[in-house]
T-cell receptor, first 110, second 115 residues
Framework: KNEVEQSPQNLTAQEGEFITINCSYS?????LHWLQQHPGGGIVSLFM???GKKKHGRLIATINIQEKHSSLHITASHPRDSAVYIC????????????FGKGTRLHILP | KAGVTQTPRYLIKTRGQQVTLSCSPI?????VSWYQQTPGQGLQFLFE???????NKGNFPGRFSGRQFSNSRSEMNVSTLELGDSALYLC??????????????FGPGTRLTVT
């Protein structure tokens, strides 16, 4: 079983829809990252969370440490949001080696 | 502030050759991490350097090595290349070691193709 599980693996939605991507993990963590990777490979760090909720523009990230779960929400989705979204966790007790989820491929149709 | 830069951006090598990739972190950042991304395995941690010392190493064979210089620039080397080493190699920098709250900033990656 992967230590970081993302769902769904693939998601296609219409422009304007509210998007939710989920991440569950099985280890105790010190921080969780949400990353965005566009075609061509470049990765952008969207959020780093250790508790609660963060908002940046149309993006919202939440984390529940007790349930070992995080969600990334996109409001009023747009075709330019089409990308792979990757959840990554930094375990608390493993010398700081970051563990990545497999990613969620999001495609927003105009 | 300039971002993380990686050179070269694209590289084609043949089996058996060796390759060196370079990463320049954000100015002031002393920690550099390397990651390999393949379609089958996704993103995997290779190693992390802080102040010229390797702090962590992922589960990769000894053909993969790295180093960090006094100016925090880092290189990774892969010797005796195999077809399976074809991947996107990403470098990320962050400000401090030991604190989970320093955010990582990723470079654009080097796409290595081994033929």
């Amino acid at each position: 079983k992967n230590e970081v599980e993302q769902s769904p693996q693939n998601l296609t939605a219409q422009e304007g829809e509210f998007i939710t991507i989920n991440c569950s993990y099985s280890v105790g963590i010190s921080a969780l990252h949400w990353l965005q990777q566009h075609p061509g490979g470049g990765i952008v760090s969207l959020f780093m969370l250790s508790s609660g909720k963060k908002k940046h523009g149309r993006l919202i990230a939440t984390i529940n440490i007790q349930e070992k779960h995080s969600s990334l929400h996109i409001t009023a989705s747009h075709p330019r949001d089409s990308a792979v979204y990757i959840c990554a966790v930094r375990p608390r007790n493993r010398d700081d080696k970051i563990i990545f989820g497999k990613g969620t491929r999001l495609h927003i149709l105009p | 502030k300039a971002g993380v830069t990686q050179t070269p951006r694209y590289l084609i090598k043949t089996r058996g050759q060796q390759v060196t990739l370079s990463c320049s972190p954000i100015s002031g950042h002393r920690s550099v991490s390397w990651y390999q991304q393949t379609p089958g395995q996704g993103l995997q941690f290779l190693f992390e350097y802080f102040s010229e010392t390797q702090r962590n190493k992922g589960n990769f064979p000894g053909r993969f090595s790295g180093r960090q210089f006094s100016n925090s620039r880092s290189e990774m080397n892969v010797s005796t290349l195999e077809l399976g080493d074809s991947a996107l190699y990403l470098c990320a920098s962050r400000g401090g070691w030991g604190s989970p709250n320093y955010e990582q900033y990723f470079g654009p990656g080097t796409r290595l193709t081994v033929t």
